[in-house]
């Protein structure tokens, strides 16, 4: 048997709760988050693994197949059907578990389906997750899961919650990597603003590649307006349409993107994008989790300042910003946010 090099350095384990453990997402998220792709090569990770009791049997049979893969950062891995034991001293929770549409359904279509969820395992989290946790709804619609989970949740500051928009943002570097012939990596600071639905608003307006700013017939207004937008907006459709199944790997993939940026930061002169709660910045309205630009250092998210807007990239947030103001409106009516958040 090698034996590890003296010099290894291990960092304390980070435990991670992920909802619909069971589920499609589940099963492409935990063998990467069990092999270091959240923390990096130096860090253990505890899995606790939450499921409805119909798929606790599913969760277990992941978890004898993580024992299976012997990762030498997998310090442990525990199932539940119980929201407050899942949680117990919980550093990131990952918010998966719920119903997925199927073809013909808008995200908005899930609301009254699972908007239900969040309130309960908001109120977990608060009661027994660690006292540095953070937070991200994957489960749709992601925004308004977040703003239900956060708002039963007063003792947890909001900036640690979060929605993954993260999917999106990837799938418009994808495009643009094929429209412009370079890997994804040469692609700079793209941004997704709004809400994680089809009326999002992916903004090439900042983007470099290789470090310049698109010019010229590079920013081909009628290609942003009829193909970009719409390929990245309903890319989650077109998957279900081509799959058969909502995305899972993908999506998988950027929740792990996601965790490590907001733990190890982004890289320098570029920026992300997640849904965060809005304070009003740059004319959203207060008290949604809408989709920005953001930087990620010292495990926190700052919303990027300053970016001049368009009267058109304006109109076109607005609009999905009218939409998260709808969607909390109809949870409000659901009685699924406490009073002081209507
Ligand atoms: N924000 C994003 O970018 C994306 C979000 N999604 C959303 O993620 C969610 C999950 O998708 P999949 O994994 O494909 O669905 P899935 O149906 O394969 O798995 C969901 C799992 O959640 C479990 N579950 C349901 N209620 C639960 C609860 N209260 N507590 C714990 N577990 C619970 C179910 O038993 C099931 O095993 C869906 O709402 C989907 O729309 C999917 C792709 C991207
Ligand atoms: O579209 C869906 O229902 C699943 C999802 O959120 C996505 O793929 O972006």
């Avoid at 435990?15 to 499609?24: L, R």
């Avoid at 589940?26 to 990467?32: E, H, N, S, T």
């Avoid at 310049?212 to 081909?220: E, H, K, R, V």
């Avoid at 982004?266 to 910045?281: F, K, L, Q």
Wanted: with cysteine.
């Amino acid at each position: 048997m090698t034996e590890r090099p003296a010099t290894t350095q291990r960092n304390q384990p980070v435990t991670v709760t992920v909802t619909g453990a069971g589920g499609q997402i589940g099963y492409a998220l935990l063998f990467r988050a069990a092999a270091g792709a959240m923390f990096g090569s130096h860090t253990p990770v505890r899995l606790r693994l939450l499921e409805i009791p119909a798929g606790v049997r599913a969760a277990h049979g992941v978890a004898l197949e993580l024992d299976d893969c012997a990762f030498p950062l997998l310090a442990s891995v525990d199932v539940f059907d119980e929201a407050d034991r899942a949680f117990d001293g919980t550093d990131v929770a990952v918010l998966v578990g719920a119903r997925p549409r199927t073809a013909g359904m808008e995200r908005k279509d899930l609301l009254a389906a699972n908007a239900g969820i969040f309130g309960p395992q908001g109120r977990a989290i608060n009661d027994n997750a660690g006292d540095d946790v953070r937070i991200v709804v994957v489960g749709n619609p992601a925004n308004t899961n977040a703003l239900i989970a956060s708002a039963h949740a007063p003792d947890i500051p909001v900036d640690r919650f979060t929605a993954l928009t993260r999917l999106d943002h990837n799938r418009a570097l994808a495009q643009l990597s094929h429209r412009f012939g370079v890997d994804t990596g040469h692609i700079t600071r793209m941004a997704i603003w709004g809400n994680h639905s089809n009326t999002q608003f992916p903004d090439v307006s900042n983007v470099a590649v290789k470090g310049s700013p698109l010019a010229g017939s590079q920013l081909d207004r009628a290609w942003l307006r009829d193909e970009f937008i719409p390929k990245v907006a309903d890319r989650g459709a077109e998957i279900i349409a081509v799959r058969g199944a909502s995305s899972a790997a993908s999506a998988a993939n950027a929740i792990i993107d996601h965790v490590h940026d907001w733990f190890k930061g982004t890289p320098a002169g570029d920026w992300t994008s997640a849904a965060v709660m809005s304070r009003g910045e740059y004319g959203t309205p207060a008290g949604v989790f809408c989709s920005f630009p953001v930087t990620a250092s010292g495990g926190a998210w700052h919303i990027v300042p300053d970016l001049k807007m368009s009267d058109e990239a304006r109109s076109r947030l607005a609009i999905s910003t009218d939409e998260l103001l709808a969607e909390r409106a109809a949870v409000a009516e659901l009685g699924l946010l406490p009073v002081h958040h209507v």
